[in-house]
């Protein structure tokens, strides 16, 4: 059976990148939600509420942006500020064993 300890946190929401604007988001009680029109069939739509991630241009580096997916990139985003938050560099000799 594998241990697993969780050391620092990562995030991408609709208030913004990072745990920081997610806390002071939720903590403002602003609502960050719009409503999206997503087509049902060739007459029908319907309306759901739906927190967008938004980027600002300086947040996304060119070479990921083209590389990966919009999710995969949160994903990444998320991981590198989790590992900043845990002050885990590549130098660390257990960097290799991260998951």
Known sequence: MSKVAITGMGCMSPYGVGTN???????????????????????????YPVGLVVLEDEEIESAMKSQLTPLSYYAYTSSIEALNNANITKEDTFYSDIG
């Open 21 to 47: 604007k997610l806390i002071k988001g939720i903590e403002s009680n602003k609502d960050c939600f719009t409503n999206y029109s997503i087509k049902i069939n060739t007459t029908e739509y319907s309306n």
